[in-house]
C-alpha cells in the first residue's frame, strides 16, 4: 500500500469571535492511499499555517513541507514516517507549528493502519485498559456568574457528571468576582457533581497559591493552567503550596516539553491533545507520566476526530483520568462526524470500529470548506 495524496482541509463557521474557542474552526487532514483507504486526522493549532506546513514543496532537505515527504510512502510505517518528517523539518520544526501538522498526519496514518488490518486503534496500540470513560463537559466561562450558573445546570441536564469551564472572564478581574463566579457554579452543580477550574495563563505564582487556598472550600477537582506555560519554576512552587491537583500541557507537543512540565513544573495532571502531539508522542508522553505516578487526559476542544483519538488514547493507557469533550455549539465540532458519540451514564463507550471509528460528513465538510483567504 502507498500513500497517493495528503491533503489539508480548513473548515471555518463565517463569523469567528476573537474569543479563546478553538471549535469556531478545524483542520483536517486526508491521507488517500492506493488501496483506496482514506485515513482522517486533524489539528488544533494556526490552521492556515498548518496548511502551508503540509503542503509546501521541498526547499532543501532539512525545511521543506510534509506532504511530499509522504507521498509513495507505505502508511504502515508510522513510526518511521514519524521520524522521517522529524528529520526533514529540523530547521521549521522540533516544536510548535510543524509538529502539531506532522500530529494530525500521524494520526491518519493510524486511521489508515486500523482501517487497513480491520482493529480499532488502540488494539494497535496495545490493547485497551477499559470499555468506557468518564467525560467532562468542557466549557468557555459565560460573562456572570448567573449565565455560568445556568451553564452548569445545561451540563448536568445533559447527563455529565463534571464539568469545566474556562478562561475569561475568570482570573482577569478581582478575588471578589472569581469568588462569586465558583460560588454562583458550585450552588448549581450540587455537592456530588465535579468542577473544574481552566484559569487560562494570566496568573504569577503568588497570585496562584493565593487563589487557590481562598477556592479550597469549592472543591475543585483541579485547577488548570493558571500561569504561562514558559513559567517551569512558578509551577513548581505552586505544585508544592497547594492542594488541588494541578493540570497543564495543551501549548505542548513533545515528550521533551512534557517532561518539562513534570519533572521541572511539578504537575499533578498531563493533558495531551492529540491533535498536537499524535498518537504515536502521546502514547510515550503518557508512559513517562506513568512513570511518575501521574495521571494523564486528552485536550479537546474541537471535533470528533480529536475526540475519537482521544477516546483510543484513554483506552490503551493504564493511567487515564477522564476524557475532555467540548460542548460549545459550533456546528464544525460537534456536527462533523457522521457518528457522532452519546453519553451514556457520563461516560463514552470505547470504540470498536476500525481505525479511529469517525467519518466526517462530506456535506458539513463542503459546507464550510475555506479554498482561499
Ligand atoms: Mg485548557
New binding site residues.
Given amino acids: 500500500m502507498r500513500i497517493t495524496e495528503v491533503e489539508a482541509l480548513y473548515l471555518r463557521l463565517p463569523q469567528i469571535q476573537a474569543r479563546t474557542d478553538s471549535s469556531q474552526d478545524a483542520l483536517l487532514v486526508r491521507i488517500t492511499t492506493d488501496a483506496g483507504i482514506v485515513g482522517w486526522g486533524e489539528v488544533d493549532s494556526c490552521p492556515w499555517a498548518v496548511k502551508a506546513a503540509i503542503e509546501a514543496p521541498v526547499s532543501h532537505t532539512i525545511a521543506g513541507g510534509l506532504r511530499q515527504l509522504l507521498i509513495g510512502e507505505n502508511p504502515l510505517e508510522i513510526g518511521r514516517l514519524w521520524k522521517k518528517m522529524y528529520e526533514a523539518t529540523l530547521y521549521s520544526g522540533r516544536d510548535g507549528l510543524f509538529v502539531h501538522a506532522m500530529a494530525g498526519i500521524d494520526l491518519a496514518l493510524w486511521d489508515i493502519k486500523g482501517k487497513a488490518l480491520g482493529r480499532p486503534v488502540w488494539d494497535l496500540a496495545g490493547g485497551k485498559f477499559r470499555d468506557k470513560i468518564r467525560v467532562y463537559a468542557s466549557n468557555m466561562f459565560r460573562f456572570t456568574p448567573e449565565e455560568t450558573a445556568d451553564r452548569v445546570r445545561w451540563c448536568k441536564d445533559q447527563g455529565f457528571t463534571a464539568a469545566k469551564f474556562?478562561w475569561e472572564p475568570f482570573g482577569r478581574a478581582d478575588l471578589a468576582f472569581d469568588l462569586r463566579m465558583l460560588e454562583a457554579m458550585r450552588k448549581a452543580a450540587g455537592p456530588d457533581f465535579d468542577l473544574m477550574l481552566?484559569v487560562g495563563l494570566v496568573w504569577d505564582a503568588t497570585t496562584t497559591i493565593q487563589r487557590a487556598r481562598a477556592f479550597e472550600p469549592f472543591g475543585l477537582y483541579w485547577i488548570?493552567?493558571p500561569l504561562h506555560p514558559d513559567d517551569l519554576e512558578g509551577y513548581g512552587r505552586v505544585a508544592a503550596r497547594i492542594h488541588q491537583r494541578l493540570a497543564a500541557g495543551?501549548e505542548e507537543c513533545t515528550l521533551r516539553g512534557f517532561k518539562r512540565l513534570i519533572d521541572e513544573g511539578g504537575i499533578g495532571l498531563a493533558q495531551i491533545d492529540l491533535t498536537r502531539c499524535g498518537m504515536t508522542q502521546a502514547l510515550a508522553i503518557a508512559a513517562y507520566a506513568a512513570a511518575k505516578g501521574i495521571p494523564v487526559a486528552n485536550?479537546n476542544f474541537t471535533t470528533d476526530i480529536n475526540t475519537a483519538a482521544s477516546l483510543h488514547f484513554l483506552a490503551a493507557v493504564p493511567n487515564a483520568l477522564v476524557l475532555e469533550y467540548c460542548v460549545e455549539p459550533s456546528e464544525i465540532s460537534r456536527a462533523l462526524a457522521k457518528n457522532p458519540f452519546k453519553l451514556e451514564d457520563g461516560c463514552f463507550r470505547i470504540p470498536e470500529e476500525p481505525g479511529l471509528g469517525v467519518e466526517p460528513d462530506p456535506a458539513l465538510i463542503e459546507k464550510y470548506l475555506v479554498r482561499q483567504l
Fill in positions: 474556562g481552566d488548570e493552567e495543551e485536550h
